[in-house]
């Protein structure tokens, strides 16, 4: 079976520019989250999706965070524009109905200079 | 926020020791989980404890749950150095779906 599939797996890019990370989750898992770590930190949610429903956005910052999910399948992160504090580590994850355990994918590490 | 506290924050061990951390949480659960988390890699689930038991076992893993403490425990057996990762709590905050996880413990197993 394979597993959470995220892309890219680095970037770096310039303060004020636009990035997008893309996930797609373990095949027949409804439930899908993106959640962000810093640095010695363990994961905090940003957004969760329920098929293609947002269902708890409410860590997501939405003046600079977006994010998408069309037909409940894979799932695009946005962020514009990119602040230094964005630096971190995201990671997508996924889960089927009433399964308590979540799978991760590798992340994406974001640097923004 | 994060709901759980790992400790110790780091620990350093030889091959062949035991390693015990630690995992406070602040509401109810439903239940609690571990994952650990190699470096540059994602979380991988380690085991699941659901409130109303007290031990559950799986190879070398052993996780204990004090619902009237709020905490639990991992106890890794006979240590390898493949276990040296960051490993990490993560409660069903106030039994949401949400997952809340500490800060991890990060474990060095030293050959």
């Known amino acids: 079976e394979a597993g959470v599939v995220q892309s890219p797996r680095y970037k770096i890019i310039e303060k004020k520019q636009p990035v997008a990370f893309w996930c797609n989750p373990i095949?027949?898992?409804?439930?899908l989250y993106w959640y962000l770590q810093n640095l010695g930190q363990g994961p905090e949610l940003l957004i969760r999706y329920e098929n293609e429903e947002a269902v708890d956005d409410s860590q997501l910052p939405k003046d600079r965070f977006s994010a998408e999910r069309l037909k409940g399948v894979d799932s695009t992160l946005k962020i514009q524009p990119a602040e230094l504090g964005d630096s971190a580590v995201y990671l997508c994850?996924?889960?089927?109905?009433?399964?308590?355990?979540?799978?991760f994918g590798p992340g994406t590490r974001l640097l923004v200079l | 926020s994060q709901q759980g506290e790992e400790d110790p924050q780091a620990l350093s061990i030889q091959e062949g020791e035991n390693a015990t951390m630690n995992c406070s949480y602040k509401t109810s659960i439903n239940n609690l989980q571990w994952y650990r988390q190699n470096s540059g890699r994602g979380l991988v689930h380690l085991i699941l404890?659901?409130?109303?038991?007290r031990e559950k076992h799986s190879g070398r893993l052993r996780v204990t749950l004090d619902t009237s403490k709020k905490s639990s425990s991992l106890l890794i057996t006979a240590s390898r150095a493949a276990d040296t990762a960051s490993y990490f709590c993560?409660?069903?905050?106030?039994?949401?779906?949400?997952?809340?996880f500490g800060k991890g413990t990060k474990l060095t197993v030293n050959p």
């Open positions: 095949s027949g898992h409804n439930t």
């Open positions: 993560a409660t069903d905050e106030g039994g949401s779906e949400k997952l809340v």
């Open positions: 404890i659901r409130s109303n038991e």
């Open positions: 994850a996924s889960s089927s109905r009433r399964q308590e355990t979540q799978y």
